[in-house]
């Protein structure tokens, strides 16, 4: 262990950049990373607004952050992937390879993964970290780090069209247009959909998402997100709905907008329980999938971004320096409509 400068949360409503003991001991099969850019999420800043998020509950001082791309400074034993100076970006859910969820390639469901900035486990909002190199991966010298720390939350969006078996040519609705949201219909729009649409009531929100070709914003404040659905599908429906606002709202009449045979992929997470019309669900053989977290998504993220079909920097709405990392989660709390992404940047710092 070794003493830290952080950002910590102390408990709920209070953070502190200080130092921390935290474990900077390259053991075998892990590399030791000089942080350049950490990304505020969502869950950071619910964990500093609410102290918890369902079943996690922050009872220790904890750093935040876990979006983040960096540079290797030190290799440990038999990593032969990665050397001293390599710029990456790193998968922040740690699962028991052994576990069965593991072997069945599920890695993500493995009830055992620790994962940065969840309680009990320490994010990254430091100097430096240590991490094994088979979830840490290489940036291409087109992709910045600060690119490389969204492929975090771009790799959800990865995993939500991934588990929406999208077919070329579909059309998609997502609805939310947060930062989620918006990275779940480019990950769908790479995937193969001709269209997406769009929905919210922020219309900030909606002119971000509608500067990408393919994205349909409708601002269900003005209009019925149904009548836009029959008249783009010519009453058909869309293939693909992705709920990610979490209202409990968005589930009403939901399978109005599916087609026959269509997918709902649950992204968005009501607090409460929801009431859902299974029967009207079943007359359309409607599949639903959910997702957690992601697997196996951060290589083919970063080829999307290093190919340039996915292009994630519009969304990168302002950085602030380590030392003003406290401002930036204020800023978070404030959740301007304006506001996608806010990165902290490490180094300088
Ligand atoms: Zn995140």
């Known amino acids: 262990m070794t003493k830290m400068r952080a950002l910590v949360l102390e408990k709920q409503h209070e953070l502190k950049l200080r130092d921390i003991d935290l474990p900077t001991e390259v053991g075998p099969g892990q590399v030791k990373i000089k942080l350049h850019t950490v990304g505020v999420c969502g869950s950071d800043v619910h964990y500093y607004t609410h102290g918890r998020i369902g079943p996690f509950v922050v009872n220790a001082p904890m750093v935040l952050g876990h979006e983040a791309a960096g540079t290797i400074v030190e290799v440990g034993a038999g990593v032969t992937s990665l050397k001293v100076g390599d710029r990456v970006c790193m998968e922040p859910g740690v699962p028991d390879p052994n576990s069965k969820a593991s072997r069945l390639g599920m890695y993500n469901i493995d009830p055992a993964v620790t994962f940065w900035a969840t309680p009990p486990i320490h994010g990254v909002l430091t100097p430096y970290v240590v991490h094994p190199a088979n979830y ?83 601002n269900i404040k003005d209009k019925k997100l149904i009548d836009e659905v029959n008249r783009l599908t010519d009453r058909w429906g869309a293939d693909v709905v992705f709920e990610c606002s979490g209202s409990p709202r968005a589930w009403q009449g939901i399978v109005d907008v599916v087609r026959p045979g269509g997918t709902i992929v649950v992204v968005g997470l009501p607090v409460e329980p929801v009431n859902f019309d299974i029967a009207s669900l079943s007359v359309k053989e409607i599949t639903i999938a959910s997702v957690f977290r992601y697997a196996h998504q951060y290589d083919r993220a970063i080829a999307l971004m290093a190919s340039g079909r996915v292009d994630l920097k519009p969304l990168i709405s302002e950085t602030f320096t380590f030392e003003d990392s406290i401002k930036a989660f204020d800023r978070a709390v404030e959740g301007r409509p304006t506001d996608v992404k806010l990165q902290i940047l490490m180094e300088d710092a």
């Open 136 to 218: 840490t991966f290489k940036l291409p010298d087109n992709v910045s780090f600060a690119e490389g720390a969204m492929v975090e939350p771009f790799a959800v969006g990865m995993q939500a069209a991934t588990k929406a078996k999208i077919t070329p040519g579909d059309t998609a609705i997502v609805m939310g247009a947060g930062p989620i949201g918006t990275m779940v219909a480019l990950a769908a729009l790479a995937g193969g959909c001709a269209r997406v649409i769009i929905t919210d009531l922020a219309q900030p929100k909606l002119d971000i998402a509608a500067k990408y070709q393919g994205i349909i914003p409708v």
